[in-house]
Each structure stands twice: as C-alpha cells, then as structure tokens.
C-alpha cells in the first residue's frame, strides 16, 4: 500500500496495485453523506490502430471506444444500469480521447454498488445481434453531435487544426464509422485494452477504506485474466502547419459563434525546463490573465457589446503540441475576431496578475476537496496525463518564477491558428433543409 500525501492539505491518496496490475485509489471523505467509484481503462477514441506483443498492427474503425462503453452496460441477463437503479444509485459512463469511464454515484449499498461497477465492466456479453441493434442508438447519439452548435464548434475547430492526428474525428466516430463496425472490432479492442493491468479504479467520498480493499481485491481473486500484454499504439505525425485556416458554417444560430484555435509546438514551450504539470498551469494562468473573467480585454469586448457573455478558455496537449480554444457568441464576428488576433498577438502577464492567479488558483485546490466528483476526475486526468497522481501541486502554485511565466507568455502565439464560425442560416438555406 502506497499512501500519497497531498500537499497543502491533511488528505492522502491510498493506492494499491494488484498481482492482476489494476491500480485502486482511495481518497475517503467523511464530511460528505456520499460515494462516487470509477472504473476506468486507458482507451479513447484515439486509439484506433494498435498491436500487443509482436502481432501486427490492428485497425479499427472511429469510435469503438465509445461504442464499447455502449455495449458494457449490457449484460445477460438485463441492463447494469437498471441493476444500480434498484440500488438506488446513479451510473453513467463517458469516452474521451484518451478514456472510457464507468461510474456510479450513490448513498448507501456500497458492497454491492462496487461489486456490480466491477463485474460488468469485466464480464463481456458482445453478439452480433447486440451490435446491430445498438448501431441505430448511437447513430441517434452522433446526429444529436452534429445538431449541437457546442459539438460542432469544437470539432469543426479540430478538423480545421489537425492533418492527422485523429482529435479531428468525433468521440462517436460518424454514422458511416458505427455502421461499419464489428463484433470483431469489439472484441479486439475489449481484449486489448480491458485488461486490468491498463485500468484503475478511484473511489472518493463516504466509504471505509479497508473494506474497499477487501471487496476489490477479493472480488478480483475470483476472476481469471489472460497474460499482460505490452499495447502499442500508433499515432500519425502531425504537420505544424493547421488544415485550414477559416471556415463559416450557416448553422441553427440566433447570433454567431466563433472559435479560435491555436497549435503551438510543445519543443518551443519545454525549453523552459517545466515539467508538464508546471507547463499546464503556468498556461492557464497565462490565458486566463489575458482572456479570463477578470481581464480587461473580457471587460472591454462586453461593455462594447462585442460578445454576449465571456470567452470559453480550454486547452489540450497533444503528444506534440499545445492546444488552446477560445469560443465567444458575438453580433459582430469581423470586429471580434480583430480584436482578438490583436490580442494575441500581445500575449503577456503582470507580476501582479500572476499573484492574483495564484491565489486564486491555490484556493480552488483547497476548496476542491469537498467536491468529491471533481477530486475523482482530477486523479484519473492525473494518471492519464502524466502516468501518476501529481502529489505536489500546492506547492508548484508556490513556486511559479515569475521570468519562467513571462517566457512562457512570449511563445504563445498564433502562427498556426484555425478559425470557425456558425453564422445563421438565411431564410432560403432553411428552406432548402426542409
């Protein structure tokens, strides 16, 4: 048992590791009335072409990822949800890029809400006819992708930042993708990447710790797993330069949505000597300095009337380079996007700012502990960002130089920029989809 210790706070992290290879993390909290468990496996939509051993490459299509996590909800006998249901129990699941999680958020029956996450997330039920009919579902689920001015924003985003790296597909791959997609498919990647040596379990909240060892290590005992396997995973080289600089997309919009994104090479950043959880805060700080809340380039563009509300901020690092999003609604698009091409073109921080941006940050930390769903993600995008649980960031806040901040700031450019914008459709372009 390895217990890590959470700096700036009295809390630890319990992890266990065992003989199968699945990790447990336990981060137990008294103060709140409630559990929250994952089970997760190191397998997103990215993830497409693969091999174990000295096997050859194999090729699946867009989206197995999320149309597994489908299908695991389906057992022999019923539906898992429904199971958790009569628990009284909330479960869910979600795919990302680099993720599939299984979750369940619950008050009491502990035992049993932890025995069912575990066992039907590792006791496959695929046929040929489970596939086919879930395929009618999930095309339901990518055509809802497709009428969502969010979604759409954001892949249309990808597809124009990405050659092809594939954070240009959707999550759920497209129609065409899921109706090509075999019980084969889901098998290959249910037994390459559902092996507990690539998954982990997290568990936050009211629970008692020891018995949660017992029941996930006994109920592990009673199962049989196939060799561990070595899984590569092949990505393609992506080209600095983006896919296409500026596209307009007519779009069910009252008032138009605008995206900008930026690809900045990661070996222009990691110069600095950062590490990457030094380099992914110093970033934050730095776009919410000078596009956040509190900015006076926020302030300016909404007592102008530029934008309706704030700027979205979101970033994302990529094997190779640094991703960043910014999504505004405006009436004026043109002037927007002017203003903030200028803007980034003087990307920089204050002394002062970055103070304020400590503080702030370092109170969020602490404040975060009582959200016990946000301190289970924050532990999985730990240890499938950097393989680890980053133990010391309270004290990475503190230490943040300043010169290292600034340098930081002056290669933050938009040398490799996409726009996308959702304009309203006209009349005659609705006319024409009816």
Do not use: W
């Not at 095309?139 to 924003?153: I, N, Q, R, W």
């Not at 006994?218 to 590569?232: G, H, P, Y």
């Not at 700012?353 to 940050?361: D, G, I, N, P, S």
């Amino acid at each position: 048992m390895e217990r890590i210790k959470l700096a700036g706070s009295e809390e630890e992290i319990i992890k266990e590791t065992l003989p199968n290879g699945l990790e447990i993390y336990l981060l137990p909290n008294n103060n709140v009335k409630n559990f929250y468990m994952t089970f997760s496996t190191k397998f997103g939509s990215l993830y497409t072409e693969f091999k174990t051993d000295k096997n050859n490459y194999t090729k699946i299509p867009n989206g197995v990822a999320h149309f597994l996590e489908h299908l695991t909800f389906k057992m022999e006998d019923g539906d898992a949800s429904d199971y958790f249901a009569n628990l009284g129990s909330q479960s869910n699941a979600y795919t990302s890029f680099k993720i599939t999680c299984y979750e369940v958020f619950g008050y009491d029956k502990f035992k049993e809400n932890l025995e069912c996450l575990l066992d039907y997330v590792q006791t496959p039920y695929y046929t040929d006819e489970l596939v086919e009919a879930e395929k009618g579902i999930i095309c339901e689920e990518v055509k809802m992708y497709e009428d969502s001015p969010g979604a759409t924003l954001s892949f249309a985003l990808y597809e124009s930042l990405f050659n092809n790296e594939h954070y240009k597909y959707l999550i759920s791959g497209s129609v065409d993708d899921v109706n090509s997609t075999t019980l084969k498919d889901i098998e290959n990647a249910y037994n390459t990447f559902y092996h507990p040596s690539n998954m982990f379990v997290i568990i936050t909240g009211k629970f008692n710790l020891e018995e949660a060892l017992a029941i996930i290590t006994d109920n592990q005992a009673k199962k049989e797993f196939s060799k561990k396997l070595a899984i590569k995973v092949k990505h393609n080289r992506e080209d600095p330069k983006v896919a296409r600089e500026y596209v307009e997309i007519p779009y069910n919009v009252e008032i138009p949505k605008i995206n900008i994104g930026l690809k900045i090479p990661l070996i222009n950043l990691k110069k600095s000597n950062l590490t990457d959880e030094e380099l992914s805060i110093i970033v934050s700080m730095i776009l919410n300095a000078n596009f956040g809340r509190s900015s006076e380039l926020r302030e300016r563009l909404v007592s102008g009337n530029i934008i309706t509300d704030g700027i979205s901020i979101s970033k994302f690092f990529t094997k190779d380079y640094l991703i960043i999003e910014l999504a505004a609604e405006s009436p004026y698009p043109e002037r927007y996007i002017s203003l903030m091409n200028e803007a980034l073109k003087n990307i920089s921080i204050t002394k002062e700012e970055l103070m304020r941006k400590k503080r702030v940050a370092i109170s969020n930390y602490i404040l975060a502990f009582d959200d016990i769903e946000e301190k289970n993600y924050d532990i999985a995008t730990d240890i499938i960002n950097y393989g680890k649980v980053i133990a010391n960031r309270f004290d990475i806040y503190g230490s943040i130089e300043y010169s290292k901040v600034n340098s930081i700031a002056k290669k933050i450019n938009d040398k490799a920029k996409a726009i996308v914008v959702l304009v309203p459709k006209d009349d005659k372009e609705e006319k024409e989809d009816e």
